[in-house]
């Protein structure tokens, strides 16, 4: 079974940086996608960012457009998320997933990690 192991997250200041990764287990095929969602306390999961595999073609939600990147990493079967420019609204618990279809929504992912914190403060 596929396990995704996220990393990289923790507190940092309005304007800061972080970069998460999400490192799988297994092949990641070339037919999956794999995205970055995010949850903060009393809202729904929302998505943040996807990239197909096999293309490694991303594409952003529009609240992070230009300021986050998507990337992945075949030899390390690793997807990081490069998070700049970062607002007290990207305060939320960051999930990665990885599903088969082209999907902005949560329930189509079938595999997902643990989550890690990422806290903005001002």
């Known amino acids: 079974q596929a396990q995704l192991v996220e990393s990289g997250g923790g507190l940092v200041q309005t304007g800061g940086s972080l970069r998460l990764s999400c490192a799988a287990s297994g092949r990641i095929y070339s037919s999956s996608v794999m995205g970055w969602f995010r949850q903060a306390p009393g809202k729904e999961r929302e998505f943040v960012a996807l990239i197909r595999w096999g293309t490694q073609r991303p594409t952003y939600a529009d609240s992070v457009k230009g300021r986050f990147t998507i990337a992945g990493s075949k030899a390390e079967n690793t997807v990081y998320l490069e998070m700049n420019e970062l607002r007290i609204e990207d305060t939320a618990m960051y999930y990665c997933?990885?599903?088969?279809?082209?999907?902005?929504?949560?329930?189509?992912?079938?595999?997902w990690g643990q989550g890690t914190q990422v806290t903005v403060s001002s």
């Open positions: 997933a990885r599903g088969s279809q082209y999907s902005f929504s949560a329930n189509d992912y079938v595999y």
